[in-house]
């Protein structure tokens, strides 16, 4: 599975991205995505997940409520949709996919299978 981040960018306080994750190479449908988020000096860490069926989408606790995950089966991409972004927002971001079918989308990154190359999201305040 190769993954393909894109739509970050430099954003004011309070304004909104949305970041697409395209995939391609095996059955994306059946794979759980998540977004992952790393800021300079610090561990990667879990912004929200969605299960193959887009179910049940998980997030952290910084992005509910202002963040949202999506994914498109029939064009083989996940989205995130990010409002009111924040100068701690501030990361590259990384979408993930998750081989296999899960009850719950895991929030720990050596979970996922594939990685994509990241995109870098600022928010200047």
């Known amino acids: 599975v190769q993954l393909q981040a894109s739509g970050g960018g430099l954003v004011q306080t309070g304004g909104s991205l949305r970041l697409s994750c395209a995939a391609s190479?095996?059955?994306?449908?059946?794979?759980?995505m998540g977004w992952f988020r790393q800021a300079p000096g610090q561990e990667r860490e879990f912004v929200a997940g969605?299960?193959?069926?887009?179910?049940?989408?998980v997030y952290a606790d910084s992005a509910k409520g202002r963040f949202s995950i999506s994914r498109d089966n029939t064009k083989t991409t996940v989205y995130l949709q990010m409002n009111n972004l924040k100068p701690e927002d501030t990361a590259v971001y990384y979408c993930?996919?998750?081989?296999?079918?899960?009850?719950?989308?895991?929030?720990?990154?050596?979970?996922?299978?594939?990685w994509g190359q990241g995109t870098q999201v600022t928010v200047s305040s």
């Open positions: 969605i299960r193959w069926s887009g179910s049940s989408p």
């Open positions: 190479g095996r059955i994306f449908s059946s794979y759980g």
């Open positions: 993930a996919a998750l081989e296999g079918v899960v009850t719950t989308i895991p929030q720990i990154s050596s979970q996922y299978d594939y």
